[in-house]
């Protein structure tokens, strides 16, 4: 029993010795830390107070910076004030010195201008006397003399005036000429666009033969229901993997080959389908048509047309003007007039306006019985364009009188684009036809040896005999042949008449 209190009596004395070191050695660590963070204590201290006292020096210097910038800056504007108070004191000096010299000239002036009343007196006694004299000598008053001198001096004026008047016209004549020559080349360089004739016929292209017969269907129950739908003639023939649609409408026509395509894409072709998808076609025609009209207005620059003319010129891209299409020789005719009247100063925006819109009458859903530039007029009045528009788009045919600066440039820029030649079709044999009358026309004047039409029947060149025809008969051939061919015959743009007479003498040394 002893022993084992013994024992424990041990144990616990151990335990306790054991935590007596340790608090011992947990003492030591911590007043080593103490130190360690009293060293770096001290460390950052000094540190910071470094870092103070730079910071402190930087801003001092910065503010010295700052205070000498200002410093220099005051003397700057000093400096510039004293300048200019010297400058304007100078300034001060020179003006009194002028006012000086300019006080001393006038009264100067005004010594001369006394001393010249007093010899222009003196002048007018003289004046007087020898009048006097003069009426005495010649029996005439002083108002009979004046009169007379005056209708002799009214006489040679006139003659004067007339020569230089003479010589003014000429030469405004010849610039001009010239100046329109300029503006015209300027207008079609700017504007010359390649051009593609229309056709009243389209080509479907299909995949296979196969398809013919479906498009045709039993009896040809569905040719003729698409026929019926669209208004356009439907031709399957022997023409490999293709269909020939021919109407001279080139919006039935274009709505007869978009349902074709999209029959023939979806495979279900039967009349009812059919009528369905053309009645969805010409929908969606419509849509595109309008947006046509309001992308070209968009181009050329044209606000605040009426959706219902926006739609007609979206329209004209599927019409043609003799194989001209039709939106396209109206863009054409608009930029020609916008640059033709900005080179003359006039209003740009109505002259573009009023080329876009000068066939307008070519495309209305309903066509009565009027000349197209009269209908278009009223077309445009019924919505709302002012009257210098509406007198060009009337005039351009001469079908009304030209009342506006405008009518003329719209006239002249639609006959440059639609009859230089390739713009529009023209059949061989009116053609040919053309060709020889003019050529024929030409022969039967008294004294013509032979004659040429060139340029596509553009210039008609006229050779005469010498002997026969004279100088002036030339000049008179010329003009009579021009009127013959502008009263009998029908032709697109003009024709130039050149007569040429050509002497030779003929000697032979023998």
Do not use: W
Not at 113 to 137: M, N
Not at 323 to 335: D, K, M, T
Not at 343 to 359: C, F, P, Q, S, T
Not at 447 to 459: D, Y
């Amino acid at each position: 029993m002893s022993l084992i209190t013994g024992l424990i009596i041990g144990a616990v004395g151990g335990g306790v010795a054991a935590v007596v070191a340790q608090k011992i050695l947990l003492k030591s660590k911590s007043e080593q830390i103490l130190k360690i963070a009293e060293t770096e204590g001290e460390a950052i201290k000094k540190d910071k107070i470094i870092q103070a006292k730079e910071r402190f020096l930087k801003l001092k210097e910065e503010h010295e910076t700052n205070v000498k910038d200002r410093e220099r800056k005051l003397q700057s504007n000093e400096d510039r004030v004293k300048q200019k108070e010297k400058t304007l004191s100078q300034k001060i000096e020179e003006a009194a010195r002028q006012e000086k010299e300019f006080i001393k000239k006038q009264e100067v002036l005004e010594s001369k201008i006394e001393i010249a009343e007093l010899k222009h007196q003196e002048l007018d006694k003289v004046q007087q006397k020898r009048v006097l004299e003069l009426s005495k000598l010649s029996g005439m008053s002083q108002e009979d003399a004046k009169n007379m001198m005056m209708e002799a001096m009214k006489d040679e004026a006139r003659t004067s005036a007339m020569s230089h008047i003479k010589e003014i016209m000429e030469e405004a004549n010849m610039n001009a000429t010239k100046e329109a020559k300029k503006i015209v080349i300027q207008a079609i360089q700017r504007v010359a666009q390649e051009q593609t004739v229309e056709n009243a016929v389209s080509i479907f292209n299909i995949e296979n033969d196969d398809v013919k017969g479906r498009i045709i269907g039993r009896e040809g129950r569905n040719i003729r229901a698409l026929e019926a739908a669209t208004g356009v003639e439907i031709v399957v023939d022997d023409t490999p993997e293709a269909i020939i649609l021919s109407c001279f409408d080139p919006v039935r026509r274009e709505i007869a080959r978009l349902a074709l395509h999209q029959l023939v894409s979806d495979g279900r072709i039967h009349p009812a389908r059919i009528e369905e998808v053309v009645a969805k076609t010409k929908k969606q025609l419509e849509e595109e048509i309008a947006e046509t009209g309001k992308r070209t207005c968009i181009d050329l620059g044209i606000h605040g047309l009426h959706p219902e003319l926006t739609r007609m010129v979206g329209r004209m891209k599927y019409r043609s003007s003799y194989g001209q299409n039709l939106l396209q020789h109206s863009r054409e005719v608009a930029n020609m007039c916008a640059i033709m009247a900005a080179e003359l100063g006039l209003n740009v925006k109505i002259a573009k306006r009023a080329g876009l819109l000068h066939d307008i009458g070519k495309v209305p859903d309903e066509e009565p019985e009027l000349p197209h530039a009269i209908l278009g007029m009223k077309i445009a009045e019924k919505y709302g364009e002012k009257p210098d528009v509406l007198n060009a788009i009337g005039a351009h045919h001469d079908e009304i009188e030209m009342t506006t600066m405008i009518s003329p440039i719209i006239q002249i820029c639609d006959s440059i684009s639609g009859a230089r030649p390739g713009a529009r079709r023209e059949i061989v044999e009116s053609y040919i036809k053309r060709i020889k009358e003019l050529e024929s026309l030409a022969l039967a004047y008294d004294g013509v040896s032979s004659a040429f039409a060139l340029q596509a029947g553009r210039e008609l060149r006229v050779m005469v005999e010498s002997e026969k025809v004279t100088d002036l008969k030339a000049d008179e051939l010329s003009f009579a042949i021009s009127q013959q061919i502008q009263t009998e015959m029908t032709y697109p743009g003009q024709v130039k008449v050149t007569v040429i007479r050509e002497k030779r003498a003929v000697n032979y040394a023998k």
